[in-house]
């Protein structure tokens, strides 16, 4: 992942940490207070909101972005999935241009 990260923009500071459940850090880390979620991934947000309250956490921010695709307006969430610009399509996209290269 550091690598792909690296492509995108050599500046970036990261601080990579491994999730291991469907919660990762959000789940029990009392420093985050924000969560960008798309609509297709409202009910995860909805969920970690529910774990936080039962571990006497403070609510995360949420903040709800449109997907970036191929299509403009307003997709359904079903349409979702298929036109999202999403990391595995990029780098689908980036071996592809290393084997034309190659």
Known sequence: MRTFLTLISRHLE???VP???VYGP???DPEISALVISE???AGAESIAKLRME???QPL???VIDVIGDSEGK??????AEAKMSSTKIRERLARK???SA
């Not at 997709?75 to 979702?80: D, F, K, R, S």
């Open 14 to 16: 990261l601080d990579l």
């Open 19 to 21: 999730i291991h459940d």
């Open 26 to 28: 959000t789940a029990y």
């Open 40 to 42: 297709e991934t409202r």
């Open 55 to 57: 571990k006497g956490l």
């Open 61 to 63: 921010e949420v903040f």
């Open 75 to 80: 997709l359904a969430v079903e349409e979702i």
């Open 98 to 100: 290393e084997m034309v």
